[in-house]
């Protein structure tokens, strides 16, 4: 028996009725058994399209993923000798902020950044960046402000509370200090994921010390 699509055998299904059941029991043929195979038919059919549909889903999330992780921005080359810099950095996960931290510094100084225009503190974690950022902006007053930090999942909520805290608190320093803040805080789903961001190929560091010049560049060309 041929079976079109789910929705057809389905139909067909729903077709079936108590009459011809009862007279599949008393003795013409059994009808009963015939629809229950093309019920289960049509069940198999239509679990396959649904795992089909959910793997196809899943290959797209994971792709997205990917190119998200991937598809920074190319900045143009801009000098970063009239900029002054502040950047605060949080001491947990200090193997991959320290990374962040030295990637960033490197492609400041390579940009032109002079030493006495980079000023650099250290803070316990994450969750005390907007706070610093805040004090270097009110007694710096640099161009830009960098935020670095490294936010890992553990047994509970508490990472993504602290990451969102952190996220909203340096958009209102931005705001109310009309600085730039380029936020720096990787947050990831475990280590491994970290170390991609940090320590691997995908070179976090570098993108926020060029999108911090970026920035600084554009805030140069609005003041005059």
Known sequence: MRIGSPSEGLLRLKAFSWRSCANGWAGEGDPFRR??????????????????????????????RQAMSQSAPQSAEISGAPFKVGIAAARYNEQFVG??????????????????NLTVVRVPGSNELPAAIQL??????????????????G?????????????HALQRVALDARRPVINGVVVAENEAQAAD???GKIDRGAEFARAALAMAALGRVLSK
């Open 136 to 153: 270097l902006a009110e007694r710096r007053r640099p161009d830009v402000l960098l935020a670095l930090g490294v936010i890992i999942r």
């Open 35 to 64: 629809q229950w195979g093309l019920f289960q038919q049509v069940f198999l059919v239509a679990e396959k399209a649904k795992l089909d549909a959910l793997k196809h889903s899943a290959v797209q999330v994971v792709t997205q």
């Open 197 to 199: 961001r940090c320590l």
């Open 99 to 116: 990374a962040l931290l030295r990637q960033a510094v490197d492609v400041l100084r390579k940009a032109g950044v002079k030493e006495r």
């Open 155 to 167: 047994d509970t909520i508490h990472y993504e509370l602290i990451a969102e805290a952190v996220t």
